[in-house]
């Protein structure tokens, strides 16, 4: 099975990215996944028109990119009470690419209150391509994630968890 991390951030320092970073090397220390990762930064997907942008070799690479994958993990930043611009890009360039496929959330927010915020890009891949999203995500807000140092132990905890479980129903999907 093939999982692919989708670091949706474009800033630097992100707290998504780091949030990757952590399910990722849990996955690699077990060894039981193959793992492919893709960083929106390196892509410079132009913006969904709704025609020409599905030609644009960066899209096409993300398209081949989420065909290859058995299931995707989306590490995403949260602003103003949703994902950001670039993932729901992403998503409008490629996600019938994730038609039956298995999808999960790692998302870093400003505050906690915003944690149902993932639930309009999860409906609407439910709902256009019938992707199936693993009922189970990560929230984690700045007192989480600080600046510098390590990420609270709940946090990872909570990764840890997810990775699980992502990988629990991504096999059962698969094999069905």
Request: proline fraction near 3%; charge should be negative.
């Amino acid at each position: 099975m093939k999982i692919l991390i989708v670091s949706c951030s474009l800033h630097a320092e992100s707290k998504s990215r780091r949030l990757a970073g952590k399910l990722e090397s849990l996955w690699r220390a077990d060894g039981d996944v193959a793992i492919a990762t893709l960083d929106l930064r390196e892509l410079a997907l132009p913006p969904c028109d709704g025609c020409a942008a599905y030609g644009d070799p960066a899209t096409q690479r993300l398209q081949e990119a989420f065909t290859a994958a058995d299931a995707v993990v989306f590490a995403v930043p949260i602003y103003n009470y949703d994902v950001n611009a670039a993932a729901k890009n992403a998503i409008e360039l490629a996600g019938r690419q994730l038609t039956e496929k298995v999808a999960g959330f790692l998302c870093a927010a400003g505050s906690d209150r915003s944690y149902m915020s993932v639930m309009a890009v999860a409906n609407s891949l439910m709902l256009d391509f019938r992707t199936i999203i693993l009922p189970r995500f990560v929230y984690a807000g700045e007192d989480d994630i600080p600046e510098s140092g390590e990420m609270s132990s709940e946090i990872c905890d909570r990764v840890a968890q997810f990775g699980a479980e992502f990988q629990r129903l991504a096999r059962a999907i698969h094999t069905a």
